[in-house]
């Protein structure tokens, strides 16, 4: 009993002092033995009753995840018993509890105590009692499936009564000597690892194949290092294939750990997603351990928002929504901006001009902000991981209305559509739009009378506009959005993201869905656009036009003046004006450009007065 219980507290010793891993989760192995008898000593003689015999140990061993060391098995034992002129052959059945450590790589030193029932079987008949022993392996690992080693182990077949004092059937050591062959080694990967996956935003499907989506990260609990791991992401449900990761590891040492981005590729089946899901996904771990290949599966699940979601952790964001290139955004701003394109007019330029006109058009259309009573910007723009909804242009249309990002996202990808190129402008709590104008800062001085209504950066010149005053019209628009950026920016709070620059990060989605857009009747969004027009000429020329006719009358009639004034109508469009005041210099006739300019207009009804006056 004393050496029984001397052997049982070695093995607690060596287990609870070492600090290395087992090599698998589940193997089965087989080993043959020599059995070296113990006893008992044969009546009479003094000698041993059984001489050196053979055997064969099967384990079928199963190393516990939350206790590293431990592994329980349950072990099948067939002995061969020499005794005189016969043989005993027992058949042990036990569960066995033990430790496997590495004390060096690919060194494996296994220590293990069982104990069970056998079936002891002669030619005079059968017996079966319990019976324990323990034991200790040592074996070099060729490959996860193959080691040699050594061992011995102690063995004790019982009798009535079972007790250590009491006569056994058999007492012995067997020792075991050669190869292992551990079936199902390979299949029980030893690394651990430690998943993380974002939410999953649809509305970003395509962003996701370049920037991480979340990471694993991975420690080898291998006996020893490991080399080529690579890892790949795959939601069946919604990619085509795994999506391996940018980074490969060539070597991993024992006991090492590293993290590993994940990025996936998703199909456009994702945005099929209209409410909050989760997905049954999986991340691959590949490697090879000892030469051998291995692939470790980690099933994990994905939440995935409804394909209107984002967070306002980025405000480049919202340029996702921005489809340009959507059919309903097209049928509706190409034949508006090809309208007005065709009008000869040099009023400003194309850009202001079909801006202005697709900003009434929508006004015409039925337009309204309405603010998200559930998803309010004001209050979740100040919440980068709060969750939003925001619209697609399309169905900003179908709704006829939305709030400050539904109505900023429909008029930039109007606008882009066309080629004007956009940005997001954002302040606490709000975001609208601006228009690159197309010009620069000086062509604009030229045409607009407070340049404090334009925005001007890295040499362009940008037009903000309030959209969500859209029922109150283009210049309310304008000039409240010019206020609203001239505070935000002395303060600093001003946020301005062009769209185009945003793509590059965002892409916009190939989101589309049946709707029918009744497109406003040209001629009335025509009549409303040349109606704004003239207040907005009336009220960017009324101060020049009076300090002109200051200068006129103090001038008593200067002819030059009075040209200079018809070139003022000229060039905001106002040509009925215009000739007005290049008649009254013709018929002087004492001022040649003054005649140029009215038939450069169209309005001068005698081209031979101009050939008799510059005779």
Known sequence: MRRLSLFISILLILAATSTAQVTSTFSLSGTPTVNIPLGPEEEGSGGNLYSVGA???????????????????????????????????????????GFTINPAPRLNLRLAGYGGLYLGMVSEGTVRNPYFGGGIDVNYLLN??????????????????????????????????????????????????????????????SYYDENVLGELVLTNSEADAITDVSVSFFVPQYMDQPK????????????????????ALFTDDILSVTEGDTAAAEILVNYRYLGQAQEVSI??????????????????????????????????????????????????????????????????????YIPDPTTPYIELSENPTAVDYCQFPVQTFAYRAGDCDDISILYAALLESVGIETAFVTAP?????????????????????????????????????????VRDGFLRAWQVAAREWRETSDNGTAGFFPTREAWEVYEPVGFSQQAIIQVPDNQTVMNRYFEVMDRFVTREIQNRVTELQNQIA??????????????????????????????????????????????????????????????
């Open 554 to 615: 103090e001038s008593r009639n200067n002819l030059r003046y009075v040209n200079r004034l018809g070139v003022l109508y000229a060039r905001f469009g106002r040509l009925d004006d215009a000739a007005v005041q290049f008649e009254q210099v013709v018929r002087q006739r004492e001022y040649g450009p003054a005649l140029v300019n009215l038939v450069l207009s169209g309005k001068c009804n005698d081209p031979g007065s101009a050939r008799e006056l510059t005779h």
């Open 429 to 469: 709590g709000h975001i609208y739009l601006a228009f690159n104008l197309g010009m620069s800062p000086e062509a604009a001085a030229d045409i607009f009378e407070n340049a404090n209504d334009l925005i001007i950066r890295d040499g362009e010149t940008w037009m903000p506009v309030e959209i969500t005053l």
């Open 144 to 205: 996860p499936g193959l080691s040699l080693g050594i061992g011995a182990s102690y063995k004790r077949y019982l009798l009535p009564p079972y007790n250590f004092s009491a006569t056994p059937l058999y007492e012995g050591i067997a020792v075991n000597l050669g190869a292992n062959w551990h079936v199902g080694a390979g299949d029980g990967s030893r690394i651990e690892y430690s998943p993380y996956i974002q939410p999953i935003f649809p509305l970003f499907y």
């Open 299 to 368: 099933p994990i699940s994905v939440d995935i928002n409804n394909r209107n979601a984002l967070t306002w952790d980025d405000d480049r964001k919202v340029a996702a929504l921005v489809t340009a290139k959507d059919p309903a955004v097209l049928g509706f701003a190409k034949g508006i901006a090809g309208t007005i394109r065709a009008e000869e007019t040099n009023a400003v330029n194309d850009n202001f001009r079909i801006a202005l006109g697709l900003f009434e058009a929508l006004n015409i259309y039925g337009i309204s």
């Open 55 to 97: 055997g064969v140990n099967v384990r079928a061993a199963l190393n516990l995840p939350f206790l590293r060391l431990l592994s329980t098995s349950a072990m099948v034992n067939l002995d061969f018993l020499p005794y005189g002129d016969k043989t005993l052959t027992v058949l042990g059945i036990a569960p066995e509890i």
């Open 244 to 263: 391996p990761s940018n980074v490969s590891i060539k070597r991993m040492a024992r006991g090492e750990s590293q993290t590993v981005p994940i990025f």
